[in-house]
C-alpha cells in the first residue's frame, strides 16, 4: 500500500474540486437574495452575537432561510416527538384517572335497556292519579280509579262520539322480597311482561350490599299492553311486600280525536287540492297547487306522526317496580373497649393504614418513574441521533 | 456592510465554498444550494464579523453546518433524479480530449472514494486537502478539539490509502505532487 502524503491528498482534491463547474450565476442569485430579503437590517441587528465561539449548529438552524425546505427527517423527529409526548399524556390521564377512581367504587350494577324507551317520569297533566303508601298510612283516593279497581279495570269505554277511550297508565311499585330472592323475583317480573304480550325496557339490579348497610335493590321497568296493566299489576305485588304503589292514567281521547280530525280535514283539502291541479293548465297555476299540496303532505305527516306516538302510548303502559331486600339487622353497639383493647385495635388500624398509604402512593410514583423513564428514552435516543448527526 | 463588502466576499470565498460543498455532498445542484443558504446565514450575522478573527473558518463552518443540513435531513429522503447523480456535472479540464478525460477520471476516482468515506471522516478531509485548512480552523469549521480532527484525519488518510483506486493513483506518475496531471 503506497504512503499517501500530504501533497499528493492535496492535489488530488484540488483536481477533484477544480472537475465542479462553478455556476455562473450563482454569487449573483446569493447578491439578489440578500438584498432582496436584507430589508433595512444591514447593521446586523437580528441575531447580531455571532462570534467564532458563538457559532452553533441550532443558531444556525434556528434561523431558516428563505425558502429553506422542511426536510424529511425534521418531520420525522417532530414525528417521534409528538409520538412521545402523547404516550406520556396518555400515561398522565391514565395515572391521573387512577387518582381519581373512588375507593368505594364495589357495587356490581347491571343496567339492560331493552324495546323502547318511554320517559315514565314525565307527569301528564289533567289526568286522573291516586297514590297510595302502606308505609305511611295514608291514601289519596282519585275521582277515577280505587284501590279495588285497579287502572286496568277502566281502560277502553267508548266516548259520545263513538270514539273509543285512549288512556296512558303508568305506574310505579316499591316492592320489598325476601332476603336472597331479588334476583328470581327480578326473573319473575321479566316473565310477567313477556307473558302479557309486554317487553321490559329497562332492568337495573346492585346485588351487594352496599358500605353503608343498604340492602341489595333493582328495578323493572316494563312495557305492558294497556288490557293487562291491572292483571301484570296484581300479579307483581304478589311477588313480594308492597310498599308503595303509586299509578297515573292520562285520558287523551280528546286528543287523539282532535289529531284524527286534523288529518281527515287536511286529507279531505288535500283532494281539493289533487282536483285542481288535475284541471289546472298553465305552468304558475301547477305550481302554486303543487306548493300548497307539499305544505298539506307535510302537515299531514307531521300529525299522523304525533298520532302514532299517542297510539303507542295508550297500546303499552308502563310499570316501574322497584325490588329491594330488607336492610340487614341494626346490630347492636359493641360495648366500649377497654384501655389495653382500645391500644391494641388503634396499633392494628395504624399498621393497616400505613399499609393502605404505602399501597396507594405507589401507583403515583410509579407513574412518574414510567413516564420519566419514557422521557429519558426518548432524550437518550433524540441524543443519539443528533450526535450521530452532527457527528 | 455594504453591497461591495458581499460582492468581495463572495468573490473570495464562493469558489473554494461551493468545490468544498461539492466534496462533501457529492452533489452540484445540492452544494449550489448549500453554498446558497450558507452565505444568506453569513449575511445575516454579519453584524458579529467584527469579533471574528479570520472570516475563513467561521465561513467555513456555516458552509459545513449547510451541508449538514442537506445530508441529515433532505439527501437520504430524496428520490435521486437521473441527471442529478452523485458524479454527474463532472467535467476534466484540459484542451485536448485525453487530458480531458484523465482529468475527468481523476475527479471520479476521488469523489468515489470520498464517497464511500462517512461524513465525519469526509468533512475534514475535505477542508484538509482542498480548502487547505489547518487543524485549528478545522476544529473550529466543524465544532471539534484539534484532537479529534487530528485523529479523523488520520483514519480518513488511512481508509484512503485502503481504496485501490487511490493507490492506483498515486502509483501513476502522471500526478505529481503538485497536482499537475
Not at chain 1, 289 to 299: F, G, I, R, Y
Not at chain 1, 346 to 357: A, I, K, P, Q, T
Not at chain 2, 48 to 68: D, E, G, K, M
Request: charged fraction near 20%.
Amino acid at each position: 500500500m503506497p504512503a499517501l502524503t500530504d501533497d499528493f491528498l492535496g492535489a488530488l482534491f484540488v483536481e477533484a474540486g477544480a472537475a465542479f463547474e462553478v455556476p455562473a450565476s450563482g454569487a449573483s442569485d446569493i447578491v439578489d437574495r440578500a438584498l432582496g430579503t436584507d430589508n433595512g437590517s444591514s447593521d446586523g441587528s437580528d441575531d447580531g452575537s455571532l462570534d467564532e465561539g458563538a457559532v452553533t449548529p441550532a443558531a444556525e438552524t434556528d434561523e431558516p432561510p428563505p425558502g429553506r425546505r422542511t426536510g424529511p427527517g425534521t418531520l420525522r423527529s417532530h414525528r417521534l416527538l409528538a409520538v412521545a409526548a402523547g404516550l406520556i399524556v396518555l400515561a398522565g390521564i391514565a395515572g391521573v384517572g387512577l387518582a381519581l377512581r373512588p375507593a368505594t367504587g364495589s357495587h356490581p350494577t347491571a343496567s339492560v335497556a331493552a324495546g323502547p324507551q318511554r320517559s315514565t317520569s314525565t307527569p301528564k297533566a289533567g289526568g286522573p292519579s291516586r297514590s297510595f303508601s302502606p308505609t305511611q298510612g295514608t291514601t289519596q283516593p282519585q275521582p277515577k280509579q280505587s284501590l279495588s279497581a285497579p287502572p286496568s279495570a277502566a281502560p277502553q269505554s267508548t266516548s259520545p262520539a263513538g270514539q273509543s277511550t285512549k288512556i296512558a297508565q303508568t305506574g310505579s311499585l316499591d316492592l320489598q322480597v325476601p332476603k336472597g330472592t331479588l334476583t328470581s323475583t327480578i326473573t319473575a317480573l321479566t316473565t310477567l311482561a313477556t307473558r302479557a304480550q309486554g317487553f321490559v325496557a329497562n332492568t337495573q339490579t346492585r346485588a351487594h350490599p352496599g358500605e353503608r348497610g343498604t340492602s341489595p335493590q333493582g328495578s323493572v321497568t316494563l312495557e305492558v299492553p294497556e288490557a293487562s296493566f291491572g292483571a301484570v299489576l296484581h300479579d307483581a305485588q304478589v311477588l313480594g311486600k308492597s310498599l308503595n304503589l303509586t299509578t297515573k292514567a292520562t285520558d287523551v281521547t280528546g286528543k287523539y280525536v282532535d289529531l284524527q280530525s286534523r288529518i281527515t280535514s287536511l286529507q279531505a283539502s288535500r283532494q281539493q287540492y289533487l282536483a285542481i291541479l288535475a284541471k289546472a293548465t298553465s305552468i304558475s297555476d301547477i305550481l302554486a297547487v303543487q306548493a300548497q299540496l307539499d305544505t298539506l303532505q307535510s302537515q299531514i305527516e307531521q300529525l299522523q306522526g304525533q298520532l302514532a306516538v299517542l297510539t303507542n302510548e295508550t297500546t303499552y303502559s308502563t310499570l316501574t317496580v322497584t325490588v329491594h331486600e330488607p336492610p340487614p339487622a341494626h346490630r347492636p353497639a359493641p360495648r366500649a373497649p377497654s384501655g389495653i383493647d382500645r391500644a391494641w385495635h388503634d396499633s392494628v388500624r395504624g399498621f393497616f393504614d400505613g399499609v393502605d398509604g404505602v399501597v396507594g402512593a405507589a401507583g403515583p410514583v410509579l407513574f412518574v418513574v414510567l413516564s420519566l423513564g419514557v422521557v429519558a428514552l426518548v432524550g437518550r435516543l433524540l441524543w443519539r441521533r443528533w450526535q450521530r448527526h452532527n457527528l | 456592510m455594504v453591497e461591495q463588502d458581499l460582492e468581495a466576499w463572495l468573490e473570495q470565498g464562493y469558489v473554494p465554498s461551493f468545490r468544498t460543498a461539492c466534496l462533501i455532498l457529492g452533489n452540484r445542484a445540492d452544494a449550489e444550494e448549500a453554498v446558497q443558504e450558507a452565505f444568506l446565514r453569513a449575511w445575516r450575522f454579519r453584524a458579529s464579523l467584527a469579533s471574528v478573527s479570520s472570516i475563513q473558518p467561521w465561513l467555513y463552518r456555516v458552509v459545513v453546518n449547510a451541508c449538514y443540513s442537506k445530508l441529515r435531513q433532505e439527501i437520504p429522503h430524496r428520490d435521486h433524479r437521473a441527471d442529478d447523480g452523485p458524479l454527474a456535472h463532472i467535467a476534466g479540464r484540459g484542451s485536448d480530449p485525453d487530458t480531458m478525460a484523465q482529468h475527468g477520471q481523476v475527479a471520479e476516482t476521488v469523489l468515489h472514494a470520498l464517497q464511500q468515506l462517512p461524513v465525519s471522516l469526509r468533512v475534514p478531509v475535505v477542508l484538509r486537502y482542498y480548502a487547505d485548512l489547518s487543524e485549528r480552523d478545522i476544529a473550529l469549521a466543524i465544532g471539534r478539539r484539534p484532537g479529534t480532527v487530528k485523529s479523523r484525519l488520520h483514519e480518513a488518510r488511512r481508509r484512503l490509502g485502503e481504496d485501490p483506486s487511490i493507490a492506483a493513483l498515486a502509483d501513476e506518475p502522471t500526478l505529481d505532487q503538485t497536482g499537475e496531471a
